[in-house]
């Protein structure tokens, strides 16, 4: 009788702990199209003071599902790169180059660039992406609407 129970037991355990994981699929599912689906905005780079907008300071990030890329506007240079999305939340990203327009602010270029090849992890904090280096913000960008989308120049 008892090895009924525990056989029981270990059946509603693998059915319980197997409906939790196709939980956790369709999470990192959506996870993936939410960022892959918006155009991103900075906010906020940690260890740089300055203010960001869509028109003025301009830094972007656009993901490419099919292709594994991002690209995006490094206030008036084009970079790109490319991405893995791994576990939850997990994110590598891989800078590969930039233009070298004649822009203002080196030092935002840089430290952003620094910034993006050190993030670990993604997460979502309303409508914001928040990118992570081992569980501390590094970067906060705002979806930026289809209709205010910004141009690549």
């Known amino acids: 009788m008892k090895s009924k129970i525990y056989i029981f037991i270990a059946l ?54 099919r292709s594994g890329e991002f690209d995006g506007l490094e206030n008036g240079n084009k970079y790109f790169g490319s991405y893995n999305t791994f576990d939850r939340s997990g994110l590598k990203l891989t800078p590969k180059g930039t233009s070298k327009y004649e822009c203002d602010s080196d030092f935002t270029e840089r430290k952003f660039m620094e910034t993006l090849s050190v993030v670990d992890e993604f997460a979502f904090d309303e409508t914001d992406l928040v990118l992570l280096n081992n569980g501390e913000v590094v970067m906060v960008f705002r979806s930026i609407s289809r209709s205010d989308k910004i141009k690549n120049k």
């Open 12 to 65: 509603a355990s693998i059915i319980f702990l197997s409906s939790c994981c196709s939980t956790c699929r369709v999470s990192n599912s959506k996870a993936k199209k939410m960022l892959t689906q918006n155009q991103w905005s900075v906010k906020s780079i940690s260890g740089v003071n300055e203010k960001f907008s869509s028109t003025e300071n301009i830094y972007t990030l656009n993901f490419n599902s």
